[in-house]
């Protein structure tokens, strides 16, 4: 039978014992930050089938008979429970949720009918934590854990697997922080009411990324390998590819932000990358079963087990009530989203391999149609974006236009907010209008990040030749086969100089054209924002910098009234595309620096702990 457990059946007596004592977390958790809400527990969502009412009275028991008790399966159950509170994926089983898409929503490349506030920059300072990423109770249970695991009676090997777990989650719950807020309080031991730490200030930036470092590495030494836990468990691979995720965000921060050590995580990132790409580990790019396919079918698969591109994974199963909605997000359309022109216009000519504003082919550098537009590009196009075109690889449109949405036809199958209707993800096998059907598998960490990290890092280190551009930025063009490999010399592209003024060194092309390829091969999986963040270009997402646009109208593909309802209700930009929130929408996006490329710390945290002052700039 199917091993996968999901991360969320632990046995009875232990999964008692585990909810106790994070009950105890949450309940610490709340002194430490004097919440004025009540926390969830952290089972919510792994023992959502257990019924409070049949279990057995747990007065008499504490954490310190837990520990001292815990087989190596209950500290892995005790691990289960960070799973769905910090591996997000296609968003949690049954949730009504577009997964990754969402993160996208806030960036440059995914607009959603109903504009997005923060991409609009209108999001305001939270009053609560709720639902923010001001929440300790993860923290101080992974602190728990690291102060007593050694007294659990579990093997050595069994205690360092799971160990190296709670070290990874920390530094991911931490990354998370560190990228939304900056400077926060580093916690290393359990704080119990009365300890002068709850009510300590906010830690430095330099002090917390340094203490991620040496936290990710202890990870990387304690956990065992991929191939020995799988896919869907954290690993020392995942270890080392989270440690090259955060040094590159930090390094390039520090670069663009004006910090000191930005060469130093520049480095780490770079080296992490690096011994993954090593032999030994054994990952290459997936190739699918033919380069028209294998980039669409690499987000499609519903078991990554033995794939050798992902490194770690989300898993679904329908069958087991742990379905996914992303297809059917994707496919009703109720709630419409579609790619930006500006994203679409990156992709390169596959005739000359030049920018369609250089190359001269028809339907590119002029516009003759969406169906010329789409075509004779890097074929990540067509395996991200659905062409109206009838044929083999048109996904879910099937020789249809794009329903405009609101305007042609609402919440039509096939519905779009900008008319570029978005195909990643999407799996025309099980489609349906149900909820929770979805049973493809989410990839967290893959090879392809790790290539593009490896890449980016050695331009902003000058390091980057090109043999290491054949082994990073070309495998991927390879494997859809886009036959224009990148030099460490590319021509200027005036939309790139455009889209990053600020590169810093003396190979600004370079730098920028491995940021088109991060635009193209991660688009959808939700990192567009913090790059656009860390590169200090939240200027993309101001109105008086970037036109949130679409698609031309096709007068071979919509009615002439069609487009006269698109003109009427929308409105045209300079070039003839739609201009999705023109009209619609009565006010203008901003991106005010500094203030934009942090969260506010929400404001009830500052009134009860004044420590926490000052906020973060323009706040």
């Not at 399966?73 to 949730?95: E, M, R, V, W």
């Not at 987000?299 to 742990?322: C, H, M, R, W």
């Not at 044929?391 to 305007?407: D, S, V, W």
């Not at 963040?533 to 031309?552: E, P, Y």
Request: proline share 4%; glycine share 8%.
């Amino acid at each position: 039978g199917d091993h996968r457990d999901l991360h969320s059946f632990p046995t009875r007596r232990s999964s008692d014992l585990i909810h106790l004592v994070l009950m105890l977390h949450s309940k610490f958790a709340y002194c430490i930050m004097k919440k004025t809400i009540l926390y969830a527990t952290l089972l919510a969502l792994s023992f959502q089938s257990c019924d409070y009412l049949d279990r057995e009275p747990l007065d008499s028991v504490t954490k310190d008979q837990f520990f001292t008790t815990a087989t190596g399966t209950a500290l892995q159950q005790y691990c289960n429970n960070f799973y769905p509170k910090l591996i997000k994926g296609h968003g949690d089983p049954l949730s009504y949720s577009f997964g990754m898409l969402e993160k996208e929503f806030e960036s440059d490349n995914i607009f959603t009918w109903e504009y997005n506030v923060k991409s609009f920059g209108l999001h305001v300072a939270p009053t609560e934590a709720k639902d923010t990423e001001w929440q300790w109770e993860n923290i101080r249970a992974c602190n728990d854990f690291l102060m007593n695991y050694q007294s659990s009676p579990a093997t050595q090997a069994e205690k360092n697997q799971y160990a190296g777990e709670i070290y990874f989650f920390k530094c991911l719950d931490y990354f998370n922080k560190l990228s939304v807020y900056g400077d926060v309080p580093w916690y290393t031991t359990v704080l119990n009411p009365g300890d002068e730490e709850m009510y300590k200030g906010r830690d430095s930036r330099t002090l917390v990324a340094d203490s991620l470092l040496l936290n990710i590495e202890k990870a990387i030494n304690l956990l065992s390998p991929k191939s020995k836990v799988g896919v869907s468990r954290v690993s020392k691979d995942a270890a080392i590819a989270l440690k090259a995720r955060m040094c590159l965000f930090e390094g390039t921060w520090r670069r663009y932000h004006n910090i000191e050590g930005d060469v130093k995580f520049l480095q780490e990132a770079y080296d992490a990358a690096g011994e993954l790409m090593k032999e030994e580990y054994g990952y290459s790019i997936f190739k699918g079963s033919s380069p028209k396919t294998a980039y669409h079918e690499l987000f499609t698969q519903e078991n990554y087990n033995n794939n050798s591109e992902v490194i770690l994974a989300k898993e679904y199963d329908p069958s087991l009530g742990k379905g996914n909605n992303v297809t059917r997000q994707i496919g009703v359309g109720e709630t419409p989203i579609g790619a930006s022109r500006d994203a679409v216009e990156d992709y390169l000519c596959a005739t000359t391999g030049k920018p369609i504003s250089l190359c001269g082919c028809e339907g590119h550098t002029t516009h003759t149609g969406i169906i010329a537009e789409l075509e004779n590009r890097d074929p990540r196009l067509l395996q991200t974006i659905a062409t109206p075109k009838d044929g083999e690889y048109t996904y879910y449109l099937h020789g249809k236009a794009a329903n405009i949405a609101n305007i042609v036809a609402t919440g039509a199958d096939g519905s779009s907010s900008t008319g570029y209707a978005i195909a990643k993800f999407y799996k025309t096998s099980e489609f349906s209008s149900d909820h929770h059907k979805g049973s493809i598998d989410a990839p967290i960490f893959r090879y392809g990040e790790i290539l593009l990290i490896r890449a980016e890092a050695g331009a902003e280190l000058g390091v980057l030749d090109n043999t290491e551009l054949g082994r990073t930025i070309n495998e991927l063009r390879k494997r859809v086969g886009f036959n224009h490999p990148l030099t460490v010399n590319p021509v200027a592209d005036p939309k790139l100089e455009k889209e990053y003024p600020n590169i810093k060194g003396s190979n600004a092309n370079l730098i920028r054209e491995i940021r088109r390829e991060r635009r193209i091969e991660l688009f959808g999986e939700g990192y567009r924002y913090d790059d656009l963040r860390r590169w200090a270009c939240g200027k993309r997402l101001d109105a008086s910098v970037v036109v949130r646009a679409g698609i031309i109208p096709d007068v071979s593909l919509y009615t002439t009234e069609q487009i006269n309802d698109m003109k009427e209700e929308l409105g045209l930009t300079s070039e003839g595309a739609l201009d999705i929130y023109g009209k619609r929408v009565k006010t203008q996006a901003v991106f005010e620096e500094p203030k934009h490329y942090l969260l506010s710390i929400p404001i009830n945290e500052i009134s009860i702990n004044p420590n926490l002052a000052p906020n973060n700039p323009g706040w």
